[in-house]
């Protein structure tokens, strides 16, 4: 099976994802260092849908067992989100015109500088001190 493929705005959409998290499953509570291979960025909807790869919305930080056991599941997606919430992702998952924007740049570009950026931003307000979840802001 081929490798998936990990483009710059995936690294830094991931990081974004476990320091939300404060790099503990979301699930389990499991506390994981900052680059630990422990710690998933697990999508509600599969990465493949375009319109809602980068969409903070559709990610989760889970372990590797919570991500295997439970992750990208619709039984996990209504256990941590309204029914209001998976509309609109659903909607964002969808448009073909969103999906399309997002694809062209091939995870590069614009929405990994973005991304990087909003990383830098979460780790300064962890340096301060900020403890917590963290939001950070979607590229679209």
């Given at each position: ?26 699930r389990c509570g499991q506390h994981h260092k900052e ?106």
């Amino acid at each position: 099976m081929p490798a998936i493929k990990i483009t710059p705005a995936d690294s830094a959409f991931s990081k974004c994802v476990r320091n939300r998290a404060e790099y503990k499953c979301e699930r389990c509570g499991q506390h994981h260092k900052e680059n630990s291979q422990g710690l998933h960025c697990s999508h509600h909807f599969s990465r493949g849908n375009w319109g809602v790869r980068f969409d903070p919305m559709n990610a989760e930080a889970l372990c590797m067992a919570c991500h295997f056991k439970e992750g990208g599941t619709n039984e996990r997606m209504h256990k941590v989100m309204t029914d209001a919430q998976i509309e609109i992702l659903r909607d964002k998952k969808n448009d073909t015109g969103l999906g399309k924007l997002v694809r062209k740049t091939k995870g590069k570009g614009d929405i990994a500088k973005h991304y990087k950026a909003e990383l830098e931003r979460m780790r300064s307000l962890r340096a301060e001190g900020v403890t917590g979840r963290i939001e950070f802001e979607n590229y679209v």
